[in-house]
């Protein structure tokens, strides 16, 4: 997992939030939409078949994972999963909590709205919501 870079892009749009068995987790920079990437730290991804057997499932898991703890933070109508790589042709699987009164609802969240960043503080709070119902599952980035 040593050659493993982030997408400069991913990189950019989102806000680090540490790293799960498998895969980086990161927010999304668009306070419209809780808004969760994974990543999984394996180089040259582009699709969920590029994994082995025992990478798709540990990948699957740590999406209920995610999924399960940004419901709770958040209370949506609904989660979107998604893995598009159009794009960004790294793999990575989004994870949006979709609610009624959202911009975009009940289409997709893509180029609907401009991104409104988070704060400091509102970054840092989602994170903290999150961190507490993941617990021991997300850990510090060592390489950050």
């Known amino acids: 997992m040593s050659d493993f870079a982030l997408d400069p892009r991913l990189e950019a749009d989102t806000r680090l939030l540490g790293d ?3 895969s980086r987790l990161l927010l999304m920079n ?4 809780p808004w969760l990437i994974l990543v999984p730290r394996r180089p040259g991804l582009s699709e969920l078949i590029d994994l082995d057997r025992d990478a798709r499932i540990a990948l699957l898991d740590e999406i209920a994972l995610v999924s399960e703890a940004l419901k709770a933070a958040t209370g949506p109508v609904k989660l979107n999963v998604a893995a598009l790589g159009n794009m960004v042709r790294q793999l990575h699987v989004h ?4 609610f009624e009164d ?6 997709p969240v893509w180029g609907r709205a401009p991104a ?5 503080a509102s970054a840092r709070d989602i994170a903290e919501r ?3 119902r993941l ?6 980035v060592a390489d950050a």
């Open 135 to 140: 617990g021991d599952a997300l850990k510090p």
């Open 102 to 107: 959202d911009p975009a609802w009940p289409g």
């Open 20 to 22: 799960l068995g498998l």
């Open 130 to 132: 999150l961190a507490a």
């Open 116 to 120: 409104r960043p988070y704060s400091d």
């Open 30 to 33: 668009d306070a419209t939409y």
């Open 95 to 98: 994870v949006i909590a979709r």
